[in-house]
């Protein structure tokens, strides 16, 4: 397995993937816009109308003209009549002269002739028909102007962006009740190994509890894709081969946990190479943990090869395998991180990339990272870190007191 030696920065890897001729492209669901929720957005949504569709008061109080308040202080008051109360949802019937107002509430329509909308607290009632105004206010004040929100003819959500509660109450207010999305992603996970056992059985000797399929998982469920998890594997290449095939038919994507290495025992390469074509494009990251990664593409099916110890495939997942399947979305995830300083040294190799978890700590207003230092097989070190540092491949390795970024867990 020569081609495992013949590794490949992160960047390029997932170049390799993303480029070739044989990467996928994702159809196109026509759903409801009230059951967008977390989906991906599969094109450009244009407004068809001007949001809003008329000027509007932004507060409860009076439209007038504004040079009315010319001068005008609670202790020089001016005094104007109210011509009308402008109910919720109707057009105002009347026009407003000089010397007129028009009673108006947040979201009401505002009349003809008003440029400016003087606040309730800032004006007296005086009668039924006067009020005393004591404030100057300029043109255009707590008005939200016609198309002020979206243009028509103007984009609300482009292609790529994930749907929250936000984009669908602005779709609805465009009147776009259906929209198209990505079709949701099915991917399968497959984990091997003659040590792994199911976490609800008790622990023998030699055994482990396989953690990597629900790690993996939920790792997966973020991205807005389905997980179908499969039953632990043997180092059997024969039985390994079946269930990857059942796996290779019922899923788009398919991952493996385990057996990426170049062991005797480590098959997953062999199975890869027998699911479709080109087969392994990519089998072996320059960085640490997981260098022994593998990347297919089987007939324009990804095929993803993880290491078995869990950082390590963890890792993998957040820096090559998630940005792989937003790609497949058009989408771009926006990563959440600190800046803070790195409080010990840390030593790493040129050539490849280090993602080293570490602990925030707050110490005189000030953030600093703390390494948290351990094996790839120890799941416990991404549980006590708050997030994880980059070590670039052309350093070999970071001082104590440089300024760092925490990429933090989702």
């Keep these: 397995m020569s081609e495992f030696f013949n590794v490949h920065s992160p960047s390029i890897a997932i170049s390799k993937i993303t480029s070739n001729r044989e990467f996928p492209s994702l159809k196109k669901d026509l759903i409801k816009t009230i059951n967008s929720l977390d989906r991906i957005i599969a094109e450009d949504i244009i407004s068809d109308i001007d949001l809003p569709h008329f000027d509007r008061s932004s507060m409860d109080g009076y439209a007038i003209r504004s040079q009315d308040s010319n001068g005008v202080s609670e202790s ?26 028009s009673r108006i509430f947040t979201g009401g329509m505002l009349p003809i002739g ?4 003087i606040m309730e607290e800032d004006t007296e009632e005086l009668s039924d028909n006067f009020i005393e105004i004591k404030k100057s206010i300029s043109i255009g004040e707590n008005i939200i102007y016609k198309g002020e929100e979206i243009k028509k003819n103007k984009i609300i959500i482009v292609n790529g962006k994930r749907i929250r509660s936000q984009e669908i109450g602005s779709l609805l207010e465009s009147g776009i009740t259906q929209i198209k999305v990505y079709k949701q992603l099915n991917i399968g996970v497959l984990s091997s190994g003659d040590e792994l056992i199911n976490p609800h059985q008790n622990i023998t000797p030699g055994k482990i509890r396989d953690i990597n399929t629900y790690t993996i998982s939920n790792l997966i469920k973020k991205t807005g894709s389905n997980v179908k998890n499969y039953p632990i594997m043997p180092d059997d290449f024969n039985k390994q081969l079946i269930q990857s095939k059942k796996a290779y038919k019922e899923c788009d994507i398919l991952i493996f946990s385990a057996g990426s290495s170049i062991s005797y025992r480590d098959t997953t390469a062999k199975v890869i190479k027998n ?4 087969g392994i494009i990519i089998h072996g990251i320059s960085v640490k943990p997981g260098k022994p990664t593998i990347l297919g593409l089987c007939d324009k099916k990804l095929i993803i090869g993880l290491p078995g110890n869990p950082v390590s495939a963890v890792m993998i997942f957040i820096n090559i395998v998630q940005p792989i399947i937003e790609q497949l979305y058009n989408h771009k995830s926006l990563k ?3 800046n803070c300083k790195l409080d010990e040294n840390i030593s790493s190799k040129t050539g490849r990339v280090d993602y ?7 110490q005189n207003n000030k953030l600093f990272a703390s390494p948290v230092l351990g094996k790839s097989n120890l799941i416990n070190t991404l549980v006590q870190s708050d997030g994880y540092i980059v070590v ?19």
């Design 76 to 101: 020089s008051p001016n005094y104007i009549r109210v011509i009308e109360e402008i109910k919720m949802g109707t057009q105002p019937s009347k026009s407003i002269k000089s010397g007129e107002a």
């Design 392 to 410: 670039p491949s052309e350093k070999r390795g970071l001082y104590k007191h440089t300024n760092v970024k925490v990429n933090q867990y989702e």
């Design 275 to 278: 699911l479709g074509n080109p």
């Design 336 to 338: 959440s991180y600190l």
């Design 356 to 362: 080293i978890p570490v602990k925030i700590i707050s």
């Design 114 to 117: 008003a440029d400016s909308i």
